[in-house]
């Protein structure tokens, strides 16, 4: 295995920095760094939380979301708390995880995060979806990392960022899209008014159809919605 491509050298640097400081300004803005980065992780090296309350999957889901990610990759990087000397521990995305190895994934995305930092990772996660260039996708993925890794509820999380608890959820049901259209999200092929209207299909082969039929006649959104 190929340990050099797991966590690259600015984030090794960036973890090791953050555990030998005691200045909290410093350790601040070194926190609000990693929490914008993402590393590539070989999913043996990864931990499940014995806290996980969630101790079943179906198996039939998991199977499906592992052909989408043979497909389309991972979109959507898991989050793991560095425990040092190349280990980690699972915080969420344990679907994911288990997804990506029944494909036989090698190397998947992650967030890394370091302990007791919460309240610096909650200002640095806000602080990144008020930036002006992220698409739909990465508003999305960024509400839910504030869910997951805060604790925070739909209504907490629109009073943190400002926005409507309907704006919220319409971000956050695109990650119950499939890979490919979320690919599509994030490349800007779609809009977000595409992907809400995509969203609000039951049926999953009707949902891909649409999908397919949306990409190859540049329908409108109207036309979409119709």
Do not use: W
């Not at 690919?183 to 999908?211: P, T």
Request: aromatic share 4%.
């Amino acid at each position: 295995m190929n340990k050099k491509n797991e966590v690259s050298k600015g984030l090794r640097s960036l973890l090791s920095n953050i555990e030998k400081t005691n200045n909290p300004a410093e350790r601040s803005q070194l926190v609000k760094e990693l929490t914008g980065s993402v590393a590539t992780i070989s999913p043996e090296l990864i931990e499940v939380n014995p806290f996980q309350v969630r101790t079943e999957f179906d198996n039939e889901q998991l199977l499906e979301l592992a052909q989408s990610i043979k497909t389309s990759g991972l979109i959507q990087p898991i989050t793991v708390r560095s425990l040092g000397g190349n280990k980690y521990q699972l915080i969420s995305g344990e679907r994911r995880l288990r997804a990506a190895k029944m494909a036989g994934i090698k190397e998947i995305p992650a967030y890394i995060r370091v302990a007791n930092d919460q309240e610096m990772l909650e200002m640095a996660l806000v602080e990144n979806i008020q930036r002006a260039d992220l698409n739909a996708l990465e508003i999305a993925i960024s509400y839910q990392r504030l869910m997951d890794e805060c604790s925070i509820t739909h209504e907490q999380l629109s009073d943190r960022v400002g926005k409507n608890r309907s704006t919220v959820t319409n971000y956050v049901r695109l990650l119950k899209l499939p890979a490919q259209i979320q690919a599509s999200v994030k490349s800007g092929e779609l809009s977000m008014g595409h992907a809400r209207a995509l969203a609000g299909i039951d049926n999953l082969a009707l949902q891909l159809r649409v999908f397919k039929e949306t990409t190859q006649q540049s329908l409108s959104v109207r036309a979409l919605s119709n």
